[in-house]
């Protein structure tokens, strides 16, 4: 499916290479983060319910957990200081 949606697109895929997934490790790293940050720690009852929790997770990982790359402080936060710097000025 995502083979044909790509080519109806006009959007070509890049594969990497077999046996290197280094290649890709930004997608390596959070594979692995999810399977070890909660996939591997509940049991879901249906398709949805595991949906409705990824969604809900992916959220707080990438808004609200503090982030190394900003300082130590959650996105944000980092967003309120752009805002408050912004409005000082104006």
Known sequence: LLVAWAEKHQIALCYIQPGNPQQNAYIERY????????????????VTELQNFATEWLWVYNNERPN??????????????????????H
């Open 68 to 89: 190394m790359a900003l300082g130590g402080i959650t996105p944000m936060q980092r967003l309120a200081q752009i805002n408050k710097s912004t409005s000082e000025l």
């Open 31 to 46: 594979n692995r983060t999810v399977r070890y940050d909660w996939l591997s720690h509940y049991l879901f009852d249906s």
